[in-house]
């Protein structure tokens, strides 16, 4: 199984949208703030996906599967996308690790 | 009458939708006696006078600027109400129902400088903790239609929609617009009926069709203007760029999410902390952009300015207006 030892999140570590953040969902696009940050987010396609994904808590494998089922994309690259995607959004604090943090 | 206008009559306003019951003279327009037996949305009321202690009012902060010039202001929710602290300057003590407001101003203030808070800051803190759409704006309505220009202190809003008014528009609102959704669309609450220019933006006093004018309390030309009686729907926001290079104006139109970015980067309340609030202006701001075109203009800035802005910005959004309308609306002003 991949992780990103970096950033503590794998597959199995669970996400869920920050709690100091405010998104609008605006057709094409989702806009993510950051309050603390004050730093803006677009996600678009895939990326939106995701977003709505994580309304409520779910593991990384939980949404890649999602992906996968949902769009033609090769899963090794699909998987490195999603780790890093969701590293950064947390690193930012637009996601939070509830548990499960890669085992 | 003392020279705060303690003693005062109670008189009603009518701003941005509101019935203002006030025994602090205010800066609007729509002035009549007060009839007992009137429903109310705010009353505004003095309170003691204070020298405002050096801590910030104890409670949950909502709101804090505190900008690099200025004395910046702190929205505090006490629990039993809220604490509006302008630093140096006064207090407004706001009721939970947001329906009843004191002021409570320290010996050396002017009263008129109270005023002018509450009809700008003030009222823009209780419509956003109200959960009403409000824009850090100056429009004005164009046969039917309201123009705004939102942006920052100095973007040139006030200068802009003066400029609209001398060409015969009419003042929808200067510094702060309330929107009511309606479907698709969002109507303008008219605001103050007085425009307020900076010394460098005075000479276009001159061309405005005005019922009066003074010196404010913070120094500014206020040039009071009719006002329309009804509610225009919003048909396009322009966020001015003053550019003193350029010779025309320029306008771009942005995609919605460079429009809510500039809206959240230029709201009339700065400083929100709480997250239901910036959720619930992040939510009004995506609804407006998604259904109302904003622009970003570049306009060639003075003084002098020129009078052909005006018709370069209403053609550039789309809201030209034949001969016959404009002076229709010319001999309305």
Known sequence: MRSNRSSGVGLLSRIARGKRQVSADLGKEVVLLGLDSEEYYGLEGVGARIWEAIAEPRTVEEILAIVLDEYDVDPGRCERDLLALVQ??????????????DA | ????????HLREYTLYGLRVRSEVPLPASICQRFSPWDDHDIELRWGERTTLPDRPPSGRVVAELVPGHGRGYVLVDAGTGYALRFHGTCQFWIARDLRSVWVHLPPEVAPDLAALLFVGNVLACI???????????????????ALAFVGGSGMGKSTLAALLCASGARLIADDLLRLQPQGRRFLCYPGAGEIRLRQQAAELARGLPALASETTADGRVGVKLDHPGSRPALGAIVIPRPSRQCHAVRL???????????LMTHRRVQ?????????????????????????????????????????????????VVHQTETDAIRSRG
């Open chain 2, 271 to 319: 400083g929100l902390r709480q997250v239901e609030h910036v959720q619930a202006q992040f939510q009004q701001f995506a609804h407006v952009t998604a259904s109302v075109p904003v622009f970003e203009a570049e306009i060639p800035w003075g003084p002098p300015f020129s009078p052909a802005i005006a018709e370069e910005l209403l053609q550039g959004v789309g809201l």
């Open chain 1, 88 to 101: 950064e959004l947390t690193a930012t604090g637009l996601v939070q690790v509830t548990d499960g943090a």
């Open chain 2, 252 to 262: 771009e139109r942005l995609t919605c999410s460079s429009a809510l970015l500039l």
């Open chain 2, 1 to 8: 009458m003392g020279d705060d206008g303690r003693g005062d």
């Open chain 2, 127 to 145: 419509l956003t903790l109200a959960g009403e759409y409000v824009l850090h704006a100056s429009a004005v309505e164009v046969g039917n239609v």
